[in-house]
């Protein structure tokens, strides 16, 4: 395999090498990569903005994550943020600094998952910025999205009543990062062996390949259903729950049974000692939306096939309850991931 | 001086404890901090973008960077690229990446210097994130601006006989850097010197402390003056001169005794045996705009106090020329800092 030095192109040469066949899909882009700024035409809509970084060692492995991917995700968690304001991602400008560890060729494998997404979403890249850097990958993307004059959804619009709904399946990708874990050990422990991933291809790809639910903010806009407040699941869905309460000024219960889970996330769980609601409620990197809708709007989304509605906003905001499946009323807890570990090393020493 | 660690806050807490008391001044502004991403109504206006990274060991030297300026100039570069769109910055999204080796104490002096930057050129804070990184501080800038419809200015529109115009004077940041770096080797060799830095605060502020020419945006609006092409000097202005030669697919004659240099900037390059016209050419790190204006707009530019004419295009994209004070033609060449340090060291010699 070939490598080309970094150094050896300069910034402009990198950057050309990377950005060059760079497709402008978006009739809201009037100029692009190559002058100081890019220039965008909102046609009359808002303008909705949002920043992530990525950093290795940090945010990703690169033990486990290709490259390709890499560059997707980063994408793709950046368009989750605009989805989650019910806008229509349209540009992102995505900024890395590298060490010289990495080559060219490397770097291009990193774009090729950008350009990719890009082409998935319909974005268009419009800028960003190279530098080498001490240590490690870091890639820092900003998204912008347009959205019709009042249809912005903020955390903060819940009304007590409201219907809390979470679009597809979640802790996929939480059970994915446990397989990848999985066979890190065992590959450390013994290097021949084969890596066994077979049969566990969906939550891997909800781990490594993370999508935006653009296509349920786009079928929202059809139905006419605007959510009173939304935020995408991104920590987990616990923590999410409780940005939206603390947003609106609300309490929730949510329904143990109503939890959306793939049955192969479920028997993952299983396989791994996990309790499945714990990895739902706490997994996180789902990318889903989460969000509140009126009453009224029940009939628009019980049927639903890419949303379940999962409990309710009530008044009091000290009411954060779950209810099992066996109608316990529980404290609805946010652990994050190092509370799921734990509390699978609890119930199982 | 009290230290607070980063993770005694975690992240939700040090992103509190650094926007606390923003301030949102820009009507465009609907929704700042705190929710999924920002909301901006450019009302009917267009709008720019553009991102700029700054890594340590590369772009700045904690040595001889305080961490407010670091903040002020991180936000002031990348309103330079907006200047250089014709365009009124409007919001910033800020990012870092920081090490444990810094307190909490050391990101506010950072952010103070942000939100110096803001309120100096009224520009909202609306968004960002923040990391841990492995070694080292990264600043990710992106900026918006707004802009009227046909009002924005590329590199590319230059005509052949097109004035050659630049605000401001040149070279005053890069003899900045070279007293910072004088001070350093001394201090090196003899800690307990004191540093010499005494009658060179101008040009020590072009260096640490660099402005965004917003100033010269509005005025050429008041006087109708729409540039042909435009670029901003960070880089050194005979490299920006080649931008906008390449873009517009022209040449170039530039005249040595038009060059605008301070002329305390003038004495400092002497003082350390530079070329003054060379650290004007490939200083750098200016931030002044770099333009072109149609000969029809000779008057408003003639005597304007901001503004000198330096040259003019021409239709031979071969030809790039500078005549020296003395009547001779040569080629304009493009050095870069290492350039002069050398042709320096070649003079001395």
């Known amino acids: ?39 965008i035409n909102p046609e009359g809509k808002r303008v909705v903005v949002s920043t992530d970084m990525l950093c290795e060692g940090v945010h990703f492995d690169l033990a486990y994550v290709p490259l390709k991917h890499l560059g997707y995700k980063s994408i793709a968690v950046n368009l989750s943020d605009i989805c989650a304001m019910n806008a229509i991602p349209s540009q992102v400008t ?12 490397a770097l291009e494998e990193l774009y090729a998952g950008v350009h990719k997404a890009c082409a998935v979403y319909g974005v268009d890249l419009v800028g960003g910025d190279t530098s080498s850097s001490t240590s490690g990958l870091m890639v820092t993307v900003t998204a912008l999205g347009l959205v019709d004059g009042e249809a912005a959804v903020a955390r903060s619009g819940a009304k007590a009543g409201d219907l809390l709904v979470v679009s597809g399946d979640l802790g996929g990708a939480y059970m994915g990062l446990q397989v990848l874990e999985r ?38 806009a059809d139905l ?39 049955p192969h996330t479920y028997e993952t769980a299983r396989e791994f000692n996990l309790d ?7 997994g996180g990197e789902d990318y889903e939306l989460l969000f509140t809708v009126a009453q009224d709007d029940y009939e628009k989304v019980r049927n639903h096939p890419k949303l379940s509605v999962i409990g309710h906003m009530v008044d009091d905001p000290e009411i954060k309850t779950l209810i099992t499946k066996n109608g316990l009323e529980t404290p609805l807890k946010a652990q994050g991931w190092d509370g799921i570990a734990q509390s699978n090393s609890e119930e199982t020493v």
């Open 1 to 39: 395999m070939q490598r080309t030095e970094i150094e050896d192109l300069g910034e402009f040469g990198l950057i050309r090498r990377l950005t060059e066949g760079t497709v402008l899909r978006q009739p809201s882009t009037l100029m692009g990569i190559g002058d100081d700024a890019a220039v």
């Open 94 to 105: 995505v900024s890395i600094a590298v060490s010289s560890r990495f080559s060219v060729e």
């Open 183 to 220: 066979e890190r050990v065992v590959f450390k422990s013994a290097p021949m062996a084969q890596p066994d991933l077979s049969g566990h291809e969906g939550i891997l790809e909800r781990q490594l390949k993370p999508e935006a639910r653009t296509d349920v903010v786009r079928e929202m």
């Open 224 to 262: 006419k259903l605007k959510p009173t407040s939304m935020i995408d699941v991104s920590d987990g869905l616990a923590s999410e729950v409780f940005h939206l309460c603390a947003a609106s000024g609300l309490g929730v219960k949510v329904f143990e049974e109503k939890l959306p889970i793939d």
């Open 276 to 282: 499945p609601t714990l990895c739902v409620l706490s």
